[in-house]
């Protein structure tokens, strides 16, 4: 081995052993003061420094290029959601986006009824119908900084408007309506794509055990979140109008688990296009929304 390239691989083992103990400095720091979003991000660092895969920090992303497979909820198409103040973030980001990657459980079925005769040992099973159960989707939601922060408040407002009906008095042509039918999709064409769901419920873990974070909440002269490029890749790239009702102050959790149950919402029209051929051969799972 030449002098130089001796040099060389000592300057690189010297630079590595460096940034490692930077980021196990910083780690430890995150570590006593509990911030949970700065451990999640330096921890992946460190694990991709010695690991050999240097790609950088690992940042909490609302918005994405082509072949996001990410989970996404589409927003109503209707007016009264996507000119709310509230979930401008969600609108920004094309719909609520599970920042980091949740579980995701769903039950596919076949009940059959069971027929029994004299003298038999085993039953015939007579198929009565096929069914698609819960979509379950279970994620975890990290605050670090108030850009996240104000993206938390407007994903949990988002949740609890589209579990209500336009009930009560100033609700324009959608009076009377139940609440919208949605489009759910991840982890690419042939998974979820664009499955017509309703939000059957939602919970949100308000943990004793974590830490909270204050985020403001701003009306009048500021009138913006700002842009939302530091920590989630810009979803804004610009202005996004205040919240609404007067502004105040709202202390988000730095991590929340959130479960959202969705139900298959097919309608007859819909269903009165199914053929099993198309199903089978793929066509109605990547354009048809079926699962």
Not at 116 to 140: E, K, L, M, W
Not at 216 to 231: H, P, Q, R, T, Y
Not at 245 to 253: I, K, L, M, N, S
Request: overall charge positive.
């Amino acid at each position: 081995m030449s002098f130089k390239k001796t040099l060389s691989t000592v300057r690189n083992t010297a630079s590595t052993v460096s940034t490692g103990l930077r980021l196990g400095n910083q780690l430890a720091a995150d570590v006593k003061s509990g911030n949970v979003g700065r451990i999640l991000r330096t921890g992946s660092s460190l694990l991709g420094l010695f690991s050999g895969d240097s790609g950088g920090t690992a940042k909490a992303s609302f918005t994405g290029a082509g072949g996001d497979w990410r989970c996404r909820l589409s927003m109503p198409s209707h007016p009264l959601f996507s000119s709310s103040p509230v979930l401008s973030p969600i609108r920004q980001s094309n719909g609520l986006v599970w920042p980091y990657t949740p579980t995701v459980s769903i039950i596919h079925s076949a009940q059959y009824n069971p027929i029994s005769h004299t003298h038999t040992n085993y039953p015939f099973q007579a198929y009565r119908n096929s069914t698609v159960d819960q979509i379950n989707v279970n994620g975890q939601f990290f605050v670090e900084t108030e850009e996240e922060g104000k993206y938390w408040i407007a994903m949990l407002h988002f949740l609890r408007s589209v579990t209500k009906m336009a009930y009560g008095n100033n609700n324009g042509d959608i009076q009377g309506s139940p609440p919208p039918v949605m489009r759910f999709s991840g982890y690419g064409d042939y998974v979820f794509n664009n499955v017509p769901v309703v939000v059957q419920q939602f919970t949100v873990d308000l943990s004793p055990d974590t830490d909270y974070i204050s985020v403001n909440v701003d009306s009048g002269a500021g009138n913006a979140l700002g842009e939302i490029s530091s920590a989630i890749n810009s979803i804004a790239g610009g202005s996004i109008p205040s919240f609404g009702g007067g502004g105040g102050q709202v202390h988000v959790p730095v991590s929340s688990l959130v479960n959202v149950t969705l139900l298959p919402a097919y309608s007859r029209r819909e269903q009165a296009k199914f053929s099993l051929k198309d199903f089978v051969n793929g066509g109605l799972v990547k354009g048809g929304g079926y699962i």
